[in-house]
């Protein structure tokens, strides 16, 4: 079966510190990889989507990055955290020929 | 942005009553719908999703409706129960990579 894994699950950072999230899934080949912001009582804001090895779509301007080294690796990064990156990121897959999108825990960052 | 919203933003229902939680999409080209349940500090869990062809949809205790003339979507929780208090969210597809959510609707579940 398929799982998908985030870490870390919390994390605190500085204002203008660097940022690396990792997701990583299992049970699958050649996944769509998606990465999604939560503000707090908000829905779900797509930030990146990856259709394969370095193919990277980003669908807001912002300070984030997102890179994918492997077929199974999702990485979202920052070179220097805004107070408002703070939130909750969550990292999602989806197979060829299935429609639906899975979600991992999630990361909760907080930037102070 | 968010094209899918939703008309309340919390529910509360009785224990063991039906609960119906609804939804409006924007996008008439949207050709699939998935609701979400989100508890407190997890990430959204599928519930049951419905394509455009259909306008019904019934999986265990959950019912989705989906009327496309008004672009409407709903969930139907029958029996609630408390383990049913979390945020749900509807979200439509607009094309084949993307989903778009709503900003979900908060149920919470009275004994």
């Known amino acids: 079966s398929q799982t998908i894994h985030q870490w870390p699950a919390t994390l605190v950072q500085p204002v203008g510190s660097p940022l690396s999230l990792e997701c990583t899934v299992e049970g699958t080949s050649n996944p769509n990889l998606y990465w999604y912001r939560q503000a707090a009582g908000r829905g779900l804001q797509l930030l990146f989507y990856?259709?394969?090895?370095?193919?990277i779509s980003s669908e807001v301007p912002q300070n984030l990055s997102a890179s994918r080294p492997q077929d199974r690796q999702f990485i979202l990064s920052s070179k220097k955290l805004l107070l408002s990156d703070s939130g909750f990121y969550l990292c999602?897959?989806?197979?060829?020929?299935?429609?639906?999108?899975?979600f991992g825990p999630g990361t909760r960052l907080l930037v102070l | 942005g968010e094209s899918v919203g939703l008309h309340l933003p919390t529910l509360s229902v009785q224990e063991g009553d039906n609960s119906i939680i609804n939804c409006a999409y924007s996008?008439?080209?949207?050709?699939?719908f998935i609701w979400y349940k989100q508890e407190s500090g997890k990430g959204p869990q599928f519930i049951i999703d419905?394509?455009?062809?259909?306008d019904k949809r019934q999986g265990q205790r959950v019912t989705v409706l989906l009327n496309k003339t008004v672009k409407h979507l709903s969930l139907q929780i029958a029996a609630t129960q408390p383990g049913d208090s979390a945020v749900y969210f509807c979200?439509?597809?607009?094309?084949?990579?993307?989903?778009?959510f709503g900003a979900g609707t908060t149920v919470t579940v009275r004994a």
């Open positions: 979200a439509e597809r607009p094309n084949d990579y993307k989903l778009s």
């Open positions: 999602a897959w989806r197979s060829w020929g299935i429609e639906t999108q899975y």
């Open positions: 990856s259709v394969g090895i370095g193919q």
């Open positions: 996008n008439s080209a949207s050709d699939y």
């Open positions: 419905i394509r455009s062809n259909m």
